[in-house]
């Protein structure tokens, strides 16, 4: 990524990672991702927001250097992750006099992962402010952006927002600025299902305090820079929303098939009752379409054949991803069949045990295949799931 002029005296510095293939080790990204960094450029003083990953430290070394940057007065490090963090220590080397600039918690997480001391740091707290001269820079705390050491920075007298992490996409496949072109969509909807989706009940207070500020443009971490803030606030508001979709997320695995016939008849059911349902094959997960999915859905099943006496390993992954993600879903079925006994029940709901208020619907395990009996018990079942989405 080449410098960026965002507005006079304010630059877009960061990097792109195109072949990035995972986020997390987890999470396979289509176009790689972004690192973002911005250097602002005041009548007095000179701050760079946040930093790179430490494979692109040369990378942003250069373009300060194209810049003529021979001084930094201050680092803002919003965020303490090492995408963000990782090349303090090589650009406090770079400009010794710089301090870095954050909140008490960020400062004990980055003492924890790089080689900075004390008297590297310049701590702030909720509604400081530092001066640039003819620009300022105001820091609001807003924890669990999605660590608790998360915090935004205003330029006040331009109206940018610098977020961190929180409104960014793995994106690379963009200019700088974003209006409202919906293909930002879904790679956004990503990067909030699996990072921010356990958050969703603390961003709802985040959300208006962000929208009473009325920014100008919002910069996150990562991806592009929003012109018309209200694209990703509405969609934010969305995404946070309680209200579902009359959507279901089923993800499944079957061994000789017994549980792919149950899976096949309650499909069938659920769709006759005008419910969507989104199936996912836990052997060969699409482990992002399953955390976008659970956003916006009611209700989730398992279905799973017991190996020995508990879900079979392939599912256990997404159970343990959903539990991670803590989806705002109302109801959990467990669907599923045995050979001659079984605690898949008790062992599945135990790994859910993030999820508070979700109703786990009781379960329908087949012995074999399933018989008329198991068909009539998945019918309640369903039954029971389209209370939910009637209401
Ligand atoms: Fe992009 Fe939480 O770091």
Not at 115 to 130: A, T, W
Not at 224 to 242: A, G, H, Q, R, V
Request: aromatic share 10%.
């Amino acid at each position: 990524m080449s410098i960026q002029k965002i507005i006079e005296n304010v630059y877009a510095v960061g990097s792109k990672d195109p072949r990035r293939p995972l986020f997390d080790q987890l999470m396979p990204l289509e176009e790689g991702t972004s690192y973002n960094s911005y250097l602002i450029k005041g009548s007095e003083k000179i701050a760079l927001i946040d930093t790179v990953y430490p494979p692109f430290e040369q990378d942003i070394e250069e373009k300060l250097n194209e810049l003529h940057i021979d001084h930094i007065d201050y680092i803002i490090a919003d965020h303490g992750e090492q995408d963000h963090s990782g090349a303090l220590p090589g650009l406090l080397k770079k400009y010794p006099m710089a301090k870095i600039v954050t909140n008490q918690k960020c400062k004990e997480i980055t003492m924890g992962f790089l080689p900075l001391k004390e008297e590297d740091y310049l701590v702030v707290g909720d509604g400081d402010s530092i001066s640039l001269g003819d620009k300022t820079l105001e820091f609001m705390m807003m924890p669990w952006v999605h660590w608790p050491d998360t915090m935004f920075t205003y330029l006040k007298e331009d109206g940018i927002l610098f977020t961190t992490d929180f409104f960014g996409a793995h994106a690379t496949n963009f200019d700088l600025f974003w209006e409202d072109d919906p293909r930002l969509i879904p790679l956004a909807k990503a990067y909030y299902a699996e990072i921010m989706q356990p958050f969703a009940r603390v961003f709802q207070k985040y959300i208006p305090r962000v929208e009473e500020m009325a920014p100008k443009m919002i910069a996150s971490s990562h991806g592009p820079i929003y012109k018309k803030p209200s694209f990703i606030i509405d969609l934010y508001k969305e995404w946070t929303s309680p209200n579902k979709k009359n959507q279901v997320v089923i993800v499944g695995v079957s061994m000789y098939g017994s549980t792919d016939q149950m899976v096949d008849y309650i499909t069938e059911r659920l769709t006759e009752k005008g419910i969507q349902v989104k199936y996912y094959d836990a052997v060969h997960l699409n482990a992002t379409g399953l955390a976008s999915d659970l956003i916006d859905s009611m209700g989730l099943i398992v279905a799973t054949p017991t190996v020995l006496t508990g879900p079979h390993p392939a599912v256990v992954m997404p159970i343990f991803l959903a539990n991670v993600l803590k989806p705002t879903l109302k109801y959990i079925g467990l669907i599923g069949s045995y050979s001659w006994g079984t605690l898949v029940d008790k062992q599945v709901v135990g790994m859910l045990g993030n999820l508070k208020d979700v109703q786990i619907l009781p379960p329908v395990l087949a012995k074999g295949t399933p018989k008329d009996v198991d068909k009539k018990a998945l019918d309640e079942l369903v039954e029971k799931i389209a209370v939910y989405h009637a209401s």
